[in-house]
């Protein structure tokens, strides 16, 4: 049976144990929940008041953290990702959104509901031209 959903198991040197991350097309950010951010005293800060705003265009609330945090994937690929912190609803305490796709690009096979390492940039698409 197919998996409904795409999660990831994640690590970071900031939390003491594995969580999982919900893997969102659909949303334009990635998110931690204030619960986790609190949980374990993950630093955070200050921004000014943004609307999040739900698929039918409504707004029932405002981001006004942002939480840096290096993540681990089970793959092994690590990156720093920024998350806007707000009350999530599921399961997850973490959405990797559309901007963790495109910043990442990993490759993702559908029907095993598995996430495969992103490929290493080779060194000269990431030097600037001398």
Same mark, same amino acid.
């Given at each position: 049976?197919a998996p409904?959903? *795409? %999660?990831? &198991? *994640?690590?970071? #040197?900031?939390?003491? /144990?594995v969580?999982? !991350?919900? &893997?969102?097309? !659909?949303?334009?950010?990635?998110? $931690?929940? /204030? $619960?986790? &951010?609190?949980?374990?005293?993950? #630093?955070?800060? =200050?921004?000014?008041?943004? +609307?999040?705003? $739900?698929?039918?265009?409504?707004?029932?609330? %405002?981001?006004?953290?942002v939480?840096?945090?290096?993540? =681990?994937?089970?793959? !092994?690929?690590?990156? =720093?990702?920024?998350?806007?912190?707000?009350?999530?609803?599921?399961?997850?305490?973490?959405? $990797?959104?559309?901007?963790?796709?495109?910043?990442?690009? +990993?490759?993702?096979?559908? &029907?095993? !509901?598995?996430?495969l390492?992103?490929?290493p940039? +080779? %060194?000269?698409?990431?030097? +600037?031209?001398?």
């Amino acid at each position: 049976m197919a998996p409904k959903a *795409l %999660h990831a &198991v *994640l690590r970071s #040197p900031l939390v003491p /144990s594995v969580f999982e !991350g919900l &893997v969102d097309s !659909g949303s334009s950010d990635c998110f $931690l929940d /204030s $619960l986790f &951010v609190a949980k374990f005293n993950l #630093p955070f800060r =200050e921004i000014a008041p943004l +609307p999040v705003a $739900l698929i039918d265009g409504t707004v029932n609330t %405002h981001v006004t953290r942002v939480v840096s945090l290096p993540i =681990e994937f089970s793959c !092994g690929y690590v990156c =720093e990702l920024e998350f806007f912190v707000t009350k999530l609803e599921g399961t997850y305490p973490v959405v $990797l959104g559309y901007s963790w796709l495109t910043h990442c690009n +990993p490759s993702i096979d559908w &029907v095993k !509901g598995t996430i495969l390492c992103p490929k290493p940039i +080779p %060194h000269s698409q990431t030097s +600037p031209p001398v």
